[in-house]
Each structure stands twice: as C-alpha cells, then as structure tokens.
C-alpha cells in the first residue's frame, strides 16, 4: 500500500507539472488542446473506490485550474471522467480479466485494451470540459472538432509519457 502511495503521488505531481509547465504553455493551434494529466485517474488501482476516484479526479482537476485560470472547468470535467471510469472499466473488461492485476494500465492489461479505454475516458472528459468552456449550444461545432482532434493527440502523447516512465524490469 505505501508503495502505491508514493507511486501515486509521482504520478500527480509529474502529470500535474507537465500539464502546466508544458502542455499549457504550446500552442497547438486554435483546436488542439492535449490533456495529460487525466492519465492520473486513468492508472489509479482496480480496487481504487468511485468516492476515491471522485476524490482524485477532483484534486487533479482543481490543480489543473489552480494554475490555469479556469476555475473549475477542469476539475467538473475529471470529476465525471472519475464517475464513468468504473462504467467504462466494466464495459471493456470481464471481472475475470481484472482479478490478478493491479490497475489498469499497458503493463497491466495490454496494448488494445488500454487504447480502448482510455480513448472512450479521454473523450468523455473532453467533451464536457470543451462544453462546458463553450457553454452555448451554438457551439456545439467547435466543441465536436476540438474534441475530434484532441482526443487522439492526447492519447498519443498519454502513450508516450507511459512508455518513457515505464520502470525498467530486471
């Protein structure tokens, strides 16, 4: 448990750091927007509770805004992101397949299945965050267009991070 602790808080600080000193800070263009730090809540432990997720996905997402200036958009938007995540587990995964691993990560569960279901909650965040951002129906467009480009250019920087953090097996 200690070293889930510390590992977690690893995660939240370097995620938490690269959302702020470097996504933030690149600009994209007027449409992409990379969000990596939702990759914290992505990883947390199989046996982690919704009230916890909730928990993490809201101090996450309020530190995000914190230095962001956007008071609370993206703490609602990880917040629901948390509250679908076991929906989103439970439709990608048998209870079986979850019984001996430890959290849902590439490792863990597999390169497929990881893309699956961490595009479906990287799309759920986005979509309520850039709607409510927009906060108009008239909107909608542009809120579908950021979604439809963010959502795979944070996925594929969300493998990278993984892949450059991956512990070094002995």
């Known amino acids: 448990m200690y070293n889930t602790l510390i590992r977690n808080i690893f995660w939240f600080l370097i995620l938490l750091i690269l959302q702020i000193f470097v ?11 990379p969000y990596v730090y939702v990759l914290f809540v992505m990883i947390l432990p199989f046996e982690t509770t919704r009230a916890q ?46 019984e001996d691993k430890n959290s849902p990560t590439v490792t863990e569960m597999g390169l497929q299945w990881f893309v699956v279901y961490g595009l479906l909650l990287i799309l759920l965040h986005n979509l309520v965050l850039f709607w409510l951002e927009a906060f108009s129906i008239r909107l909608l467009g542009i809120v ?26 002995k």
């Open 23 to 33: 996504f933030d800070n690149i600009r994209f263009g007027n449409y992409i927007h």
């Open 53 to 98: 997720l909730i928990l993490a996905g809201f101090l996450m997402g309020m530190s995000v805004d914190i230095f962001s200036g956007t008071p609370g958009l993206n703490a609602a938007a990880t917040v629901f992101m948390a509250f679908m995540r076991p929906v989103i587990i439970g439709l990608t995964t048998r209870k079986s397949d979850i």
């Open 144 to 169: 579908i267009i950021e979604t439809i480009i963010s959502v795979p250019i944070s996925f594929v920087i969300i493998l990278l991070i993984i892949y450059i953090f991956k512990p070094i097996k």
